[in-house]
């Protein structure tokens, strides 16, 4: 009965061990998704390469476009100008 209960604690403790140390998966885009069908935008981006999403999409009614997410945060957004000119100082 005594060792029952101690490999019992060993594997709680094991398994508490395991879960603490448990990180998230990192979300990572890849630059192709498939498109359309039951896909809601923008899609599957799961692909590295446009061969790759294209043999995903082959008879399944969907196809293959560039991952927004992907391609715009690779540029960095343009900063606004001022459409106003200074406005001349008068001497004195």
């Known amino acids: 009965m005594r060792k029952t209960q101690l490999v019992l604690v060993a594997l709680g403790v094991t398994a508490l061990a395991g879960f603490a140390t448990v990180t998230p998966a990192a979300a990572r885009d890849y630059p192709w998704c498939a498109q359309g069908g039951e896909y809601d935008y923008p899609g599957e981006c799961s692909y590295s390469s446009y061969e790759q999403c294209q043999a995903s999409v082959s008879g399944r009614l969907l196809y293959c476009d560039r991952?927004?997410?992907?391609a715009y945060s690779q540029v960095s957004p343009a900063q606004p100008r001022s459409h106003r000119r200074p406005r001349p100082v008068a001497p004195y």
Do not use: A, D
Not at 67 to 70: D, K, V
């Open 67 to 70: 991952n927004p997410r992907f």
